[in-house]
């Protein structure tokens, strides 16, 4: 049973920087969109950055600029940088993985952006 795993969330100040990991425990055939999404409470989950299988990405417009998402192949692993973070960036953090007849949720991280 494939697992996403996600770590690198925490508590940081405005302006600081935090990097998201996310790595599949198993084998996942032929994964190909890799992303992040986030839930602030009281809110919807919503896509924030995603990359495909060919290295293209695509961000949310709250995040253009700031976020950068990269994703390593053979490790079925996925990025996510986040500098210049804002207090409204404060969320869970889920990272997703679509593959061929399936997709994968990671737990969610906590995201907490205050000083």
């Known amino acids: 049973q494939v697992q996403l795993v996600e770590s690198g969330g925490g508590l940081v100040q405005p302006g600081g920087s935090l990097r998201l990991s996310c790595a599949a425990s198993g084998s996942i055939f032929s994964p190909n969109l890799m992303g992040w999404y986030r839930q602030a409470p009281g809110k919807q989950r919503e896509l924030v950055a995603a990359i495909t299988s060919g290295g293209s990405t695509s961000f949310a417009d709250s995040v253009k600029g700031r976020f950068t998402i990269s994703r390593d192949n053979a490790k079925n692993a996925v990025y996510l940088q986040m500098n210049s973070l804002k207090p409204e960036d404060t969320a869970v953090y889920y990272c997703?993985?679509?593959?061929?007849?399936?997709?994968?949720w990671g737990q969610g991280t906590q995201v907490t952006v205050s000083s």
């Open positions: 997703k993985i679509w593959a061929a007849g399936s997709d994968y």
